[in-house]
Each structure stands twice: as structure tokens, then as C-alpha cells.
């Protein structure tokens, strides 16, 4: 067997005591030339620094300063916000007042049940005919306590069936029996103390009565008659009535003005 052969020879084996006092080669010193750049290189470095230290400062102060400016305006919203909740709870909470009295104005067919078409629990509507037709509308479970006196009803009861009636049919609904509430008050006398209703006004009412009923199906003749086979209401009846002609074709005294 051969040993292998080494390329140069081994290094000699000191004491551990040679080797704590192990002498590191001094450095080169540097040249005059060398030591102004070293020089000007760390003056650089130390601008440089000096320079981005304060851009950074400058953007924490845009920062704070934005900060600061977006905190006023939260809070201005956040009091906008509260000052539209508010006005817009008010304005619901009074939209529900007029409900609970309308609905007490017409005990007989104003009802109240649960609301199918809403979600969130507690939600009602409000069922009442005035004038022969339908209306409805949501009542928020914060308004309830208005409406104790409306009779309380199932889903399923006939008078809380909807008739498909629409917003803007309800309201015009509503206009047609405000125009009828309004011929009532011509008929009787004076609308105010200082305008009497002239005979063409009345006539002019009801011809706008009668042609707003006929937008609800209701029938009348060239003579301003109502048709009874059609099925009208009692608004169609009250404008008979007005005319001074009976559902049946016999002639009634018109009413007094």
C-alpha cells in the first residue's frame, strides 16, 4: 500500500501560547490624496442622510397634518350625519303621527297586520279604504306604540289583501279623495271666509272629480251620470250626488250651495 504523496510540506505545529500573540500585519497608510476623498466621501454620505432625514420629516408632517384635517371633517360628517338621522327620524316618526290619525278617521276598514315583504321583524302595513279604494303603507317597528288603536289582523284576513295598488296610484288615490273632501266643501258654502265657490268652479270641480273616477273604471253618460252597473265606489256616488242626479235616473233638488 503507498501513502499519498503531499504537494509541499507540512506547517509546522506551534504552541497555542505563539498563536494568542499572533502579530497581524500593520495597514498601509494612506496618502494625503486618499484621506481628503475618504474625507469628502463621508461629508457626501452624511448630506445625503441629512437630506433624506428631512423629506421624511416633511412627509410625517404632511401626514399629521392631513391627518388632522380628515379628523375635523369625520367629525363635521359625523354631526351632519347625526343632524339628516335625526331630521329623517323626525320626519318618519310625524309621517306615522298622520298615519295613526288617518287610520282613526276610518276605524271601519283600517286594519294592521305583519309585513310579508319585509325582512327584518316588526314591520307592518297599515290597510284602510278611504273613498272606496285601497291604500297602504309600512309602519317601522319603532312607530308600533301610534297605532294601538288599529285593529290587529292575520295575513290572511280579506281586509289586509292588497289590490296591486302601486305608489303613484295610491297617490292619486289620495288626490281624487282630497278633490272629493274639497266638492263637499264647495257644495256646503264657502271654502274660506273671504272666497265663496262660483257656480262654474263647482262645475269645473266636478267635471275633474268625474274625470279623475274615470280613470279608476268607474262609467258615466254624456250627462255627467254614473253608471251603477259598473261597480262604483263611494266617490262616484258622492259626485252623483254633487251633480244633483241619483244613481237610479231619478231626479233629486240639487244640493243647496
Given at each position: 500500500?503507498?501513502?499519498?504523496?503531499?504537494?509541499?510540506?507540512?506547517?509546522?505545529?506551534?504552541?497555542?501560547?505563539?498563536?494568542?500573540f499572533?502579530?497581524t500585519?500593520?495597514p498601509?497608510?494612506?496618502?494625503?490624496?486618499?484621506?481628503?476623498?475618504?474625507?469628502?466621501?463621508?461629508?457626501?454620505?452624511?448630506?445625503?442622510?441629512?437630506?433624506?432625514?428631512?423629506?421624511?420629516?416633511?412627509?410625517a408632517d404632511s401626514?399629521?397634518?392631513?391627518?388632522?384635517?380628515?379628523?375635523?371633517?369625520?367629525?363635521?360628517?359625523?354631526?351632519?350625519?347625526?343632524?339628516?338621522?335625526?331630521e329623517?327620524?323626525?320626519?318618519?316618526?310625524?309621517?306615522?303621527?298622520?298615519?295613526?290619525?288617518?287610520?282613526?278617521?276610518?276605524?271601519?276598514?283600517?286594519?294592521?297586520?305583519a309585513?310579508?315583504?319585509?325582512?327584518?321583524?316588526?314591520?307592518?302595513?297599515?290597510?284602510l279604504?278611504?273613498?272606496?279604494?285601497?291604500?297602504?303603507?309600512?309602519?317601522?317597528?319603532?312607530d308600533?306604540?301610534?297605532?294601538?288603536h288599529?285593529?290587529?289582523?292575520?295575513?290572511?284576513?280579506?281586509?289586509?289583501?292588497?289590490?296591486?295598488?302601486?305608489?303613484?296610484?295610491?297617490?292619486?288615490?289620495?288626490?281624487?279623495?282630497?278633490r272629493?273632501?274639497?266638492?263637499d266643501?264647495?257644495?256646503?258654502?264657502?271654502?274660506?271666509?273671504?272666497t265663496?265657490?262660483?257656480?262654474?268652479?263647482?262645475a269645473?270641480?266636478?267635471?275633474?272629480?268625474?274625470?279623475a273616477?274615470r280613470?279608476e273604471?268607474?262609467?258615466?253618460?254624456?250627462?255627467?251620470?254614473?253608471?251603477?252597473a259598473?261597480?262604483?265606489?263611494?266617490?262616484?256616488?258622492?259626485l252623483?250626488?254633487?251633480?244633483?242626479?241619483?244613481?237610479?235616473?231619478?231626479?233629486e233638488?240639487?244640493?243647496?250651495?
Open positions: 500500500m503507498t501513502k499519498p504523496t503531499r504537494n509541499h510540506a507540512p506547517e509546522p505545529v506551534r504552541p497555542w501560547v505563539a498563536r494568542l499572533r502579530r500585519p500593520a498601509k497608510p494612506l496618502s494625503l490624496a486618499e484621506v481628503f476623498t475618504a474625507d469628502l466621501r463621508q461629508a457626501q454620505e452624511l448630506a445625503d442622510t441629512r437630506q433624506e432625514a428631512a423629506r421624511w420629516k416633511r412627509h401626514y399629521d397634518r392631513q391627518r388632522a384635517e380628515a379628523e375635523k371633517l369625520n367629525d363635521q360628517y359625523r354631526d351632519q350625519i347625526a343632524d339628516l338621522t335625526k329623517r327620524d323626525g320626519a318618519y316618526r310625524e309621517r306615522a303621527q298622520l298615519l295613526a290619525w288617518l287610520a282613526a278617521l276610518h276605524p271601519s276598514t283600517a286594519v294592521i297586520t309585513s310579508p315583504d319585509v325582512d327584518e321583524d316588526g314591520w307592518q302595513l297599515l290597510y279604504v278611504a273613498g272606496g279604494w285601497q291604500m297602504s303603507w309600512h309602519v317601522h317597528p319603532r308600533a306604540d301610534l297605532f294601538k288599529v285593529t290587529v289582523v292575520d295575513v290572511t284576513d280579506p281586509r289586509a289583501q292588497w289590490d296591486g295598488h302601486g305608489t303613484e296610484q295610491k297617490y292619486e288615490r289620495m288626490r281624487n279623495h282630497v272629493l273632501l274639497a266638492l266643501g264647495i257644495a256646503d258654502g264657502p271654502l274660506t271666509g273671504v265663496e265657490a262660483s257656480p262654474d268652479a263647482r269645473t270641480a266636478l267635471r275633474q272629480a268625474i274625470k273616477a280613470t273604471g268607474h262609467r258615466f253618460d254624456t250627462e255627467g251620470k254614473h253608471d251603477q259598473a261597480g262604483a265606489g263611494a266617490v262616484t256616488f258622492a252623483c250626488q254633487l251633480l244633483g242626479e241619483t244613481v237610479t235616473g231619478e231626479t233638488k240639487p244640493r243647496s250651495a
